[in-house]
């Protein structure tokens, strides 16, 4: 079973930003917080990672807390090609990446 | 940017028939997953593979599934006799030797069993 929790779904206003929540609060010292999304039924599609720090990428920034028991995906200028299903995923050691529900985004004109 | 490439991108196939999904990894990567998706449901892990072994494999990954990475670039699923409930996404998936690489993912396959 995924070890993390998201909201089903979501919606944010184009040209706003977006902010997934994701908690995961049994993360071990050595897990890393990934996250992906999957737009219609492509292949997920890597965005970001990190272990403790905050993280940038030309994508989205990842805020992680903390404690590392929860963590924000924020994508700062979101588009209507942002709408798909985000996935928040832990992981580490053996490395079996499990899929949750994750969050539906839909962005909104 | 290097990609991971599946082929084909549908296939059809009967009840009973053998399916061979076929995958390219990105060149330098040395870890390969297949992973599936039924439509509605969640993605599901079905095996990884390294060092031309199969690392792990979930329930899924029963007798009837098999993977083989018959060269150095093409990393292949083998369902040998479909049933309809084989009908779903297949997605392969592969990563660096690096221990918190991320995965790439192919657009995956649609298989139908009809």
Known sequence: DAKTTQPPSMDCAEGRAANLPCNHSTISGNEYVYWYR?????????????LKNNETNEMASLIITEDRKSSTLILPHATLRDTAVYY?????????????????????? | EPEVTQTPSHQVTQMGQEVILRCVPISNHLYFYWYRQILGQKVEFLVSFYNNEISEKS??????FSVERPDGSNFTLKIRSTKLEDSAMYF?????????????????????VT
Not at chain 1, 38 to 50: C, D, L, N, V, W
Not at chain 1, 88 to 93: A, Q, T
Not at chain 2, 93 to 109: C, E
């Open chain 2, 59 to 64: 329930e899924i990954f029963d007798d009837q």
């Open chain 1, 38 to 50: 999957q737009i219609h039924s492509q292949g997920p599609q890597y965005i970001i990672h990190g």
């Open chain 1, 88 to 109: 928040c995923i832990v992981s580490g050691g053996s490395y079996i990446p499990t899929f949750g529900r994750g969050t539906s985004l839909i962005v909104h004109p």
């Open chain 2, 92 to 112: 392969c998936a592969s990563i660096s030797f690096s221990y918190n690489s991320p995965l790439h993912f192919g657009n995956g396959t649609r298989l139908t």
